[in-house]
C-alpha cells in the first residue's frame, strides 16, 4: 500500500500520541487522531498537517468508525492504560483482521503475549523504549535505541571515529566480521559505500549490549573485572565499618593508630640495649595487646622509657577496646541491615536515579543487569515500585532536591544521576543541586518536552536531556508501517525501522550480499544467523533488515 493511501488511527493523545500522529503526517500518512481530553495547540498542528483530530471514547466502536477504522491500514493505542489500550486493539481487530496493531503497554509478559495473541501486532512501553538510552546516557554512551529480542537487549548506537581508532581503515563487513555488531548502512557514508572507515567518519550501529560495549570507540564502562570487583567489595567492608561507627569514636582510634606508629619509632631509637625496627614493631604489639611475653623490656633503659612504656601500655588497653568497639559497630549494623533487608549505599561509582515511575523504575533494572551499583531514591517509600525495590536494592527515601537526600545517596561519590520523575521542573532542580555537590557528575534529566530538552542541552544546563516521548514515538510509528518492527527512530531523511523476523520466502537461496542492494542487512549476534557476505542464507533463520520511509517531500 503506498504512503498516499495509508490511513492511520491514532488512540489518544499525550505527549507519545501526538508525537506519533506529527511524525506519520510528515510522512506522507493520513492521521485520523482520537482522543477524549486534547490541548487546542496540538489540535491546530495535527490540522495544519493535514490531519484530522476528533474528540471522542476510542472503546467506543461509533467513534473507531467516525476515524475511519474499516479503511485504515495501522491503529495506534497509546493512552496511558494497558487496559484501555487492549480493549481499543481488541475493537480494532474486530473491525479489521488485516490491521496492524500498534500498542503502548508496561507490562513485558502481557506485551508479550498480546504480540503472540493479535497478529501483526506490536505491543511495548514507553518506559521499556526509554530505559536503555537514558542508563546508558548516563554512563557516557550515545544510544539511539534499546529493545529486547527474546532475553538478550540489543542497542542502537552511534560511534564517532578517532584518530588510532581500530575502526579506522575498516570497512562496513570488516567491522561486523571483527567485532560482531551489525553496520547500519546510511549511519556512516563511506561504510554504506563500501569504502574505508577513516577518523572523523561516524559510525551506526546494532549489537546485543556486551558485543556493543566491547567497541573500541565506546565510551564508559559498565563492569569490573573480577579483582577490581573484590577489592572494591573489601574496601566497601571497612568503609562501611567507619561510616557505621560514631565520630568520637573514628577520632579516638585515629589518634592511638598514630600513638602506635609513634611508639615503633621510640621503642627502636630508646630501648637499651638498641632493637631492631622488626624487634620494635613486635614489642609494640605485644604492648598494646597487653600480652607481655618479657624477652623485650623498658626497664634497664632508663626513667623516662619506663614512664612511656608504662603509659603506653594503659593506652594499649584503649586502643584494643576502641578497635572491639569498631567491631562489634560493623557486625551488628551488618546483622541488623540484612534483617531489614536493606543493603547498604555504596561509597562511589554507582548511578543515583531519582523517581521510581514506570521510566525510573525500568532503568534501575537495565543499569543492574549491566552490571552498575545503583541508588534509587523516591519521595514516596511505599510507593508500587518502591516498595519492591527497597527490599533488596540501597534505596534513599526524600525529596531529591533538598541536599540532605542526595548526600544520603552518596551523591557526592557518584558517576552520574539520573532525574526521572513526572515533574520537569523537579528533575532541573534535581540534577543542579546534584551538580552543586559534586561538580563533576554526569546529570541526565527527563523531560516531557522535547524543545525543552534541547535548550537544557545547549544551555548546559545538564549533560543530557532525555524526552521519552520523542525516543518512544518512532517505534509506534514504524509499527504502524512495517510488518515486524523491532523499534524505529529518526534520521536525517526521515524514519528508519529495524525489524525482526523469520528470513522472508522470496529472500531464501540468496547472499546477503545480493540483498544488500534491495534491503540493508544487519547482524547483531546470538540468536541470529551469522552469515558470510557470499554465500546464501540457511532457510531457517531469523534476521534483522533495516527499513526506510523518507520525509514527505
Partial sequence: MSAEREHVVVCGLGHVGYRVSRLLLRLGVKVAALGLEIRADRVRVIAQGGGEVLRGDARDDAEL???????????????????????????????????????????????????QSFGRARAVGVSALSAPVVAFGALGHEITAGFSLGDAEVLVGHLDVTEGSPLAGLDASEVRERFGVGVIAGGAPRAAEGQKLAPGDRLAVVAERAAYLRLPESRGSTEQAPRARAEA?????????????????????????????????????????????????????????????????????????????????????????????????????????????????????????????????????????????????DVDPDGEFSTALRENRPFVAGDARLAATLQRAEVASAAAIIAATGDDAANLAITLTARRLA?????????????????????????????????????????????????????????????????????????????DQEVPLVEAGKGLVAWEPSKPLPAACRVLWLERRPWKS
Fill in 65 to 115: 468508525a467516525r476515524a475511519g477504522i474499516e479503511r485504515a491500514s495501522a491503529l495506534v493505542a497509546v493512552t496511558d492504560s494497558d487496559l484501555v489500550n487492549l480493549e481499543v486493539a481488541l475493537d480494532a481487530r474486530r473491525a479489521s483482521a488485516a490491521l496492524r496493531l500498534a500498542l503502548r503497554v508496561f507490562d513485558r509478559d502481557l506485551a508479550r503475549t498480546l504480540e
Fill in 439 to 515: 561538580p563533576k557528575i554526569r546529570t541526565v534529566a527527563r523531560v516531557f518536552d522535547a524543545d525543552f530538552a534541547a535548550k537544557l542541552e545547549a544551555g548546559r544546563l545538564v549533560d543530557l536531556a532525555v524526552s521519552t516521548s520523542r525516543l518512544a514515538a518512532p517505534t509506534f510509528a514504524a509499527a504502524a508501517l512495517f510488518d515486524d518492527a523491532a523499534v524505529g527512530f529518526v534520521e536525517d531523511g526521515g524514519l528508519t525501522a529495524l525489524c525482526f523476523g523469520d528470513l522472508p520466502e522470496a529472500w531464501r537461496g540468496r547472499s546477503p550480499a545480493e540483498l
Fill in 233 to 377: 567489595g573489601v574496601r566497601k567492608s571497612f568503609a562501611t565499618a567507619w561510616a557505621n561507627s560514631p565520630r568520637p569514636l573514628r577520632r579516638a582510634f585515629g589518634l592511638l593508630l598514630a600513638l602506635t606508629a609513634v611508639s615503633v619509632v621510640v621503642f627502636r631509637i630508646g630501648v637499651d640495649p638498641p632493637i631492631s625496627l622488626v624487634e620494635a614493631l613486635y614489642f609494640t604489639a605485644t604492648t598494646v595487646t597487653t600480652t607481655g611475653y618479657g624477652d623485650i623490656t623498658p626497664r634497664t633503659s632508663g626513667p623516662l622509657m619506663m614512664i612511656y612504656g608504662s603509659l603506653f601500655m594503659l593506652l594499649g588497653s584503649v586502643t584494643m577496646a576502641v578497635l572491639y568497639s569498631f567491631a562489634t559497630s560493623f557486625v551488628v549494623s551488618e546483622q541488623l541491615r540484612k534483617e531489614l533487608g536493606r543493603p547498604p549505599i555504596p561509597k562511589g561509582g554507582h548511578v543515583v536515579v531519582v523517581g521510581l515511575g514506570n521510566v525510573g523504575y525500568r532503568t534501575v533494572d537495565t543499569l543492574r543487569s549491566a552490571g552498575r551499583e545503583v541508588v534509587a531514591v
